[in-house]
């Protein structure tokens, strides 16, 4: 979670001192302009548009992209819902896909649920793991499909030498409490693409047609309102230099507490999809007992029992219902969508055997040496034997 500080009583100080708080009207000199001029550069990106949440980055990619009613979104099973909601906002509908035990989208059983009306891949980099965008990409461009990045939970994390959120066609950023920035709430959606750009700042702002878009050639269509104001860009200007700082103290402590995890019986660190840039560490054990038990431990939590980003607790979708039956997107898909729990067992057991380990870039290093060890004692006291296999 992102620090906030006496930087951002400044920078919001600033804002309100000034009265104005829409974010039309100053041009490049507002906070929000600034901000997506800056995160843009930071990014390597040429575009970035500033929204209301996270979830909603994700709808405005989809729209933008032109993915609707009768299309198929590939999402995997380990992620918030917003990535299954999403698409049935813009009237298309989430397929689930299994991941692997990087906890990411498996790229082979993307491959398996691709089907004639697929028409994107929304890969998710949880718990700022990223996914195998490499293989993701390959599998898209061969099949025509769209690619929407969820980096919502991985904001600053690389994929060799790449912010995630900038690889695919669109990505999606969340800078709600919980993530390595923070404006309370807020988003963001990133592009390469002009035309991809200007849609999704039409599908943002029901006001599009007054604000002098770029693009003269890409017909005015209704929105939305997911706009914020300029209190959120104060905030995101204050954060933004907080941000490489934070990916190198939790860089240290990966190694720090992957090296005193390493080589116990019974578990292993979970793969990762560019490991010499890892900023989150989890660990899978052989068996779902033990990362129960380990699970207990202060820092640390067995992913299958944080409910919330497992899909068998997605009701809302899992469900299929619509505020409105004449407006489920399930009623336009061109088959019939099942989410059957049993289908993703193998989702479940690498949840229910795999364990998070808070790498605590707000504490200093000796602290987290110091948990380290914790962590290894605990280990050693449930496998006898693993002194000698660290030794």
């Excluded at 992102?2 to 009207?25: H, I, M, P, Q």
């Excluded at 980099?125 to 990409?137: E, G, I, K, S, Y």
């Amino acid at each position: 979670m992102a620090k906030v500080g006496l930087r951002e009583f400044t920078s919001l100080a600033r804002v309100l001192a000034d009265g104005r708080l829409l974010r039309y009207g100053k041009g490049a000199r507002g906070a929000t302009a600034a901000f997506e001029t800056a995160f843009a550069a930071q990014m390597g990106c040429a575009h970035v548009l500033t929204v209301n949440s996270g979830t909603s980055a994700l709808i405005a990619a989809l729209a933008a992209a032109g993915i609707g009613p009768g299309d198929e979104v590939l999402v995997p099973a380990y992620t918030w819902v917003s990535t299954a909601i999403a698409p049935l906002a813009v009237g298309a509908v989430p397929v689930l896909v299994d991941i692997d035990e990087s906890l990411t989208i498996d790229p082979a059983a993307i491959e398996a649920r691709i089907t004639p009306w697929t028409r994107a891949i929304m890969p998710v980099h949880m718990l700022n793991l990223p996914c195998d965008m490499a293989a993701v990409m390959d599998i898209a461009r061969r099949h025509g499909l769209v690619v929407v990045e969820d980096a919502c939970q991985a904001i600053g994390v690389t994929y060799r030498g790449r912010p995630v959120g900038t690889i695919g066609d669109l990505g999606a950023m969340s800078f709600n409490h919980h993530k390595n920035m923070t404006a309370g709430e807020g988003g963001a959606v990133l592009t390469d693409d002009e035309r991809l750009f200007v849609r999704a700042q039409m599908y943002h702002d029901p006001g599009n047609f007054i604000r002098g878009l770029k693009s003269s050639e890409e017909p005015v269509f209704s929105a939305m309102n997911l706009r914020v104001s300029e209190l959120t860009g104060a905030m995101l200007n204050a954060q933004l230099p907080r941000l490489a700082p934070l990916m190198k103290r939790l860089r240290r402590r990966h190694g720090l507490m992957a090296r005193a995890l390493e080589g116990a019986p019974g578990c292993r660190i979970s793969p990762h999809n560019d490991a010499d840039a890892a900023v989150g560490l989890t660990v899978i054990f052989d068996r779902a007992e033990d990362a129960r038990a380990f699970g207990d431990i202060a820092g640390v939590e067995r992913l299958l029992d944080t409910d919330r980003h497992v899909f068998a607790n997605w009701e809302a979708v899992l469900s299929k219902r619509a505020h409105h039956p004449r407006m489920n997107p399930y009623a336009w898909a061109n088959r019939e969508i099942e989410h059957r729990v049993e289908d993703h067992a193998r989702t479940l057991d690498i949840l229910g055997r795999t364990c998070r380990v808070a790498l605590g870039a707000q504490y200093p290093l000796p602290v987290m040496a110091y948990r380290a060890r914790v962590l290894r004692r605990a280990l050693a006291r449930r496998a006898p034997g693993y002194h000698e296999a660290v030794a």
